[in-house]
């Protein structure tokens, strides 16, 4: 696996592979890498001839200083593990200096209503960070193919949305969230619970799966009340939002309409660890 931290012979090197016509995938990560990754990138690796790893922790999309200090890193593992996969992965780790030529804050972007809600409510700045690196990485990178999970299905929307606006030539392939037997979504943030927060953060999914399973039956407000009720029993488990919105305005509701596709969406904090996840309805 080639590695490269420097833009100018990054860009070299992609150059060179497209003038011959390959396709190139990209999958962008923060690393501390997980199946759920491994899951984007193999499939990137079936459907172009290169894939590019990015990994970089971009500071500008957390809004708590103490998160982004905390957040997992483990560089060597991550090279490890990419290494083990396939001998066509090209990663791609900066540092902030590189990607932000020493002006380390976010571009200002109009996602309308897509950035409101949910995560956009709750951690301010966090999506125009998102939207400045992943920007950034786009113009560098010059994929054919990138693949985000949709267990940040937010940021999946709002990079859409960017790809959009920016008129990036760019195919986005949504990957379904991978989980844990139990349901646990997997998250670099997982690695931060003992395994007792783990069991209890499994009921985000039970919650998420009462949701689903009498989204037809049961009306909004029953819904939300049923799932405040099974919180109760669990102290250790902060929630922050449970929401049901609209797939494509993320919007949400407090009614529903007929052929609407809709997802319902919960980030909470569990001993000290914010994790999100959400499920579609239909
Ligand atoms: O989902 C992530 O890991 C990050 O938000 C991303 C898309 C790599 C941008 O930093």
Known sequence: MIIFKNIPDFKNHIRKLKNDNFRIGFVPTMG?????????IKKSILENDY????????????NDI???????????KDIELLDSISENIILFNPDADEIYSGKVFSDSYDFGDLDKYMEGEHRQGHFQGVATVVHKLFEIVTADN?????????QLRIIEDLVLKIGFKLKITRCETIRQNDGLALS???KKLDISSQNIATNLFKALSFAKKNFENLDLEKIHTNVEDL??????????YFAIANEKDLKPIKKKKKNQKYRAFIAADISGVRLIDNIKLY
């Open 32 to 40: 501390a890498l997980h199946d759920g990754h491994i899951s984007l």
């Open 51 to 62: 894939s590019v790893v990015s990994i970089f922790i971009n500071p500008t999309q957390f």
């Open 66 to 76: 103490n998160d982004f200090k905390s957040y997992p890193n483990d560089i060597s």
């Open 146 to 154: 990138v693949y985000f999970g949709e267990k940040d299905f937010q």
């Open 188 to 190: 670099s943030r997982n």
């Open 231 to 240: 919180f109760e029993n669990f102290p250790q488990i902060s929630i922050e």
